[in-house]
Each structure stands twice: as structure tokens, then as C-alpha cells.
């Protein structure tokens, strides 16, 4: 049987640690392995320890933070709109994309052919918005524009929102399949919610970091009223990525075999974007010391 070793935790300086790392990186880089010249162990033997020693450590999953942004406002009646009435005869919804007229029909079927109060107009226009909003276009909404009702025929403008720029900030490596996201982003019209979500998920695991996103409306020129900006769906978004995370570890301890000695140091480090963009590389380093005097 072999000699059978106590259990305990060694302790170093930060000088004879980083002595003992650097004989091991050496060591790995020109392939030399180091072992008690005592035993030779057969090949198979202990293999399993060994290798279990090297394996690769996985960072935890990262999720993306919450897309922060601010659901549009729907549109208030004005003063009055409940004393002034009309029989509503058509409803046309004009710049709606996401739906189709029978998907928004049930919203306001109920009030066709009958007299409504004109704050009614607004209700509608307000259930298309929330309608957008669970749907997850949540920069997206249904407004009553300026109009001349003839007929008892209403007009309601659907404002859907999209991405018009892209800020970029941090840590970002320009890459084909970033690219790709990014264009796909801004192609969205109208924007959803859940789709950005996805995709910052999907940039994520690709570069194992938080990329956190931020929704606001463009600065509006000088002089530009309020309507023409209820009229424009465009939205700049800000994508904040996180610094490339650097891991790096280190252990001494006693866990060995009978063959290689108990004692035995080993070091990890792994880092991202370093060969290549949105590639993990890593490197494990173990060290069998030849004598446990050494030590």
C-alpha cells in the first residue's frame, strides 16, 4: 500500500508563490513534467486525478441587465372631449405595422354605429397603445392626430418606435457577428422589447460580459414642437459594455497521488478577446514539486 498523507493546508509567502508559479509556467510551456523519480506510475494509473486537476474552469452564466427605458405616455383626452359627440362610423389606423386591422378590430368594434362621446376617440387610441406596450413595443403608440371628422370617419396614428443610432460604450471588440447583431437591432420596426433582450443575451455569452442597454428619445432640434415629436418613433439606444473580465486563480495543496507526491501547486487564468474577439482563452498550469522538502 502506499504511504498514506495528512490532509492540511500549506502556507506561502507571496514571494515563494510567485516563484513556485513561474517554475511552473515554465515547466508547461517547454512540456517538461516533473515527477518523483522514486515511482514511475503505470499509464493509466491515477490518469483520471491528473486530469481532473486540469480541467478548465467555466465562468458562472451571465445574464444581461434589464433593458431600462420608459414606456411611451398615452395620449390624454382634452378638456371637454366628454360633452362633445359623434356616431362612429370607420375607424382608420394609419402607420401600424405590427398588426394587422383585424387584430386591432376587437378594440373598438363595440362603438361602431353608435353615438360616442369624443373622449371615446382617446380610449381607443389608448387600448392600441397598451396593446404595443404587453406586446413588448414598449416605445411604440397609438395617438388622435389633428383631423376634420367627416361622417363620423376617425383617423388614428399609430407611432412605432425603432432604433435611429447606436451608442456604443466600454469594452466593445468589433467583430462580423457583433456587426450583425447591431444592424439587426436596428432593423427592428418596430422595435420589441423581448427581441433586444434576446439579442443582448446572445452578445453576451459572446463576450462574456454584462452589455446593458439604455433607451432615450434623440435631443430634439431647437424650436421643434411637441407634436412633431409625438409623430417620430425614432429612439437612440446606449450599449454599455462592461470591461473584459480577467480570471485568475491559484492553489497549493496536498491533494496528490502516491506517484506524483502529495504536494502539488496549481494556477489558472483565462481572459476574453485575447487571440481572438469574443473567445475565451485560457491556460492551467500544475506543478508537481520533485521533493516534498522543498516545500
Known amino acids: 500500500m502506499g504511504k498514506a498523507y495528512a490532509k492540511s ?18 515547466c508547461n510551456l517547454l512540456t517538461i513534467n516533473s515527477v518523483n523519480a522514486q515511482l514511475v506510475p503505470p499509464p493509466s494509473t491515477d490518469a483520471g486525478r491528473i486530469l481532473k486537476n486540469l480541467e478548465t474552469k467555466t465562468t458562472p452564466d451571465i445574464l444581461p ?38 387584430d386591432i378590430l376587437p378594440l373598438y368594434a363595440q362603438y361602431l354605429g353608435k353615438e360616442v362621446p369624443l373622449s371615446t376617440l382617446f380610449e381607443i387610441a389608448a387600448s392600441i397603445t397598451r396593446k404595443y406596450h404587453e406586446d413588448g413595443y414598449a416605445i411604440s403608440r397609438a395617438i388622435i392626430p389633428p383631423q376634420e371628422i367627416d361622417g363620423g370617419k376617425i383617423t388614428i396614428r399609430v407611432v412605432e418606435g425603432y432604433v435611429s ?16 447583431i447591431l444592424n439587426r437591432i436596428r432593423s427592428y420596426r418596430p422595435l420589441n422589447m423581448k427581441r433586444l433582450e434576446h439579442d443582448l443575451l446572445i452578445l453576451t455569452d459572446m463576450s462574456g460580459i454584462v452589455v446593458r442597454a439604455v433607451l432615450k428619445k434623440p435631443d430634439q432640434p431647437e424650436g421643434q414642437s411637441d407634436l412633431s415629436e409625438d409623430m417620430s418613433g425614432a429612439t437612440e439606444i446606449e ?29 489558472r487564468a483565462s481572459a476574453m478577446h485575447v487571440l481572438m474577439p469574443y473567445h475565451q482563452t485560457s491556460m492551467n498550469v500544475l ?9
Do not use: C
Open 65 to 102: 441587465a434589464p433593458v431600462t427605458t420608459e414606456k411611451t405616455p398615452v395620449q390624454p383626452a382634452p378638456e371637454g372631449a366628454d360633452n362633445v359627440t359623434l356616431t362612429l362610423s370607420a375607424v382608420n389606423i394609419e402607420g401600424m405595422k405590427a398588426y394587422s386591422s383585424n
Open 239 to 267: 450599449l454599455v459594455f462592461d470591461e473584459s473580465p480577467v480570471s485568475i486563480g491559484a492553489s497549493v495543496d496536498n491533494h496528490g497521488t502516491r506517484f506524483t507526491g502529495p504536494y502539488q501547486v496549481s494556477a
Open 165 to 180: 443610432k447606436i451608442n456604443i460604450q466600454g469594452y466593445y471588440e468589433s467583430a462580423d457577428y457583433s456587426e450583425a
Open 9 to 26: 493546508r500549506l502556507t506561502l509567502t507571496f514571494s515563494q508563490l510567485s516563484q513556485w508559479l513561474l517554475i511552473g509556467l515554465v
Open 287 to 295: 506543478y508537481v514539486p520533485p521533493d516534498r522538502n522543498t516545500l
